[in-house]
């Protein structure tokens, strides 16, 4: 396959590198060696008077401040970094992880200390083998002074980004922001541009991957072009979130089909040990129920971190109104066909986990029935029947798990006045 097809897949590897924690102080601490190697390169196009002379000593004095105070900012801000991971596993849920650790902020706080840190180091062996000429260490000064400002704009910058780091809210935060994005993208592109899906897919050659994992991107620039190529039509079975093995195709190829034409399709499939929020919008949701059941087990019996859960689900779910998944006219890639999202399963792993966790509960109860009615009215054609359904079920948990009479009174009556009898 030609690389111009595979830049969809690139670019999502390449996405996932740059999110990586090691990443950004690995940037930074190249463009401060880079730094240093410019300033030396730098003196040869500066005058021959300077206004002033600055001694070697009085720069490598500020150096050596900077490198060892910046080694032991950075070793402090690292384990801070740690400590927020730990509570986040703690308190919310593993799968969170992994945003607080893609922080850009966090990410820019530490790698400025690291960059400063191999800055100072690469200076301070430069002016102690000579290298530097009085022009040469008038700019290695003046880009010091540079790093110590930037220094302490991130030292500001992390005081305020530690406060937060690692708590349920900000966790919560987080992912909603990750769930939303990809609901929005599903918006923008419900079927990735590809065709609609029949409800029967017609026979074919089954395409496996060629690991067990999740589904976690797929190229469907790189599929179209094999199907025009090969003359075949190419129905992907399973979305991003989807669980694959060996009794789970990834596609269903309609038409003539080689061994090369299926390892090429399959290729096309990144698959991974986990699920990733970019373009898997039921995973965002999934996490969001973990940290609220987490909240609703007995031993921490925090209803109100479930009902702030259910505001924000109420929000990311509220992205894809009537209009929003309307299927474009003129498909893009006309021979590669996705099926829909379903909206049982979005409703299901929105709130079933609150309605079984939560059932004994009022406060709780009233909360999800509010926000399932708040979805009939923001997207009844899409919401409707399948909220009405999630809420009557949410009804006969509550009446089974709610011991006093009031309370399960209390939930009847907001039943019948939001969704009838």
């Not at 010091?144 to 900000?170: D, E, F, H, N, P």
């Not at 859960?309 to 498909?331: F, K, Q």
Request: aromatic share 8%; charged share 20%.
């Amino acid at each position: 396959m030609k690389l111009g097809y595979r830049l969809g897949q690139i670019r999502f590897h390449l996405n996932r590198m740059t999110r990586q924690i090691w990443f950004m102080p690995a940037a930074f601490s190249l463009v401060a060696a880079g730094t240093v190697a410019i300033a030396y390169y730098s003196a040869g196009f500066t005058p021959d008077e300077l206004p002033f002379t600055m001694p070697s000593d009085a720069v490598t004095s500020i150096l050596t401040i900077v490198a060892s105070s910046m080694l032991s900012v950075a070793v402090f801000a690292l384990s801070t970094l740690v400590s927020a991971l730990s509570s986040a596993t703690q308190t919310t849920t593993p799968r969170a992880v992994s945003l607080i650790a893609e922080d850009r902020r966090a990410q820019t706080a530490i790698s400025v200390f690291i960059g400063a840190f191999m800055f100072s180091v690469v200076g301070i062996l430069g002016l102690s083998s000579g290298v530097y000429s009085e022009a040469g260490r008038l700019i290695l000064f003046v880009v010091t002074i540079g790093v110590v400002v930037l220094v302490v704009m991130a030292l500001i910058t992390w005081i305020g980004q530690i406060s937060g780091m690692g708590r349920v809210g900000g966790t919560i935060d987080r992912v909603e922001k990750a769930a939303t994005s990809a609901f929005q993208a599903v918006a923008d592109a419900p079927l990735f541009s590809c065709a609609p899906q029949p409800e029967t897919l017609p026979e074919g050659v089954a395409v496996h991957a060629p690991r067990i994992g999740y589904v976690q991107h797929f190229n469907p620039t790189g599929l179209n072009a094999l199907a025009k190529e090969k003359n075949v039509l190419v129905h992907v079975t399973a979305r991003p979130g989807a669980y694959v093995d060996p009794g789970r195709p990834v596609a269903i190829i309609v038409g003539p089909v080689d061994e090369a034409l299926a390892g090429e399709v399959a290729s096309c499939f990144v698959v991974g040990d986990n699920r990733t929020f970019e373009h898997d919008p039921r995973f965002g949701l999934i996490v969001l129920n973990e940290i609220a059941s987490r909240a609703l087990s007995p031993g921490i019996n925090d209803p109100g971190t479930a009902i702030d859960v259910l505001g924000t689900l109420v929000r990311v779910v509220g992205t894809l109104d009537d209009e929003s998944l309307t299927l474009e006219d003129a498909p893009e890639y006309e021979r590669v066909t996705v099926p829909r999202l379903d909206m049982r399963d979005i409703m299901e792993d929105a709130f079933r986990p609150i309605a079984r966790d939560g059932a004994g509960q009022v406060e709780v109860v009233l909360r999800l029935l509010h926000s399932l009615a708040t979805l009939c009215v923001l997207a009844p054609k899409r919401y409707g029947d399948v909220a009405r359904r999630m809420a009557e079920e949410a009804l006969a948990r509550a009446l089974s798990g709610l011991d006093y009479e009031g309370d399960r009174e209390a939930v009847k009556a907001a039943f019948e006045s939001r969704f009838g009898r």
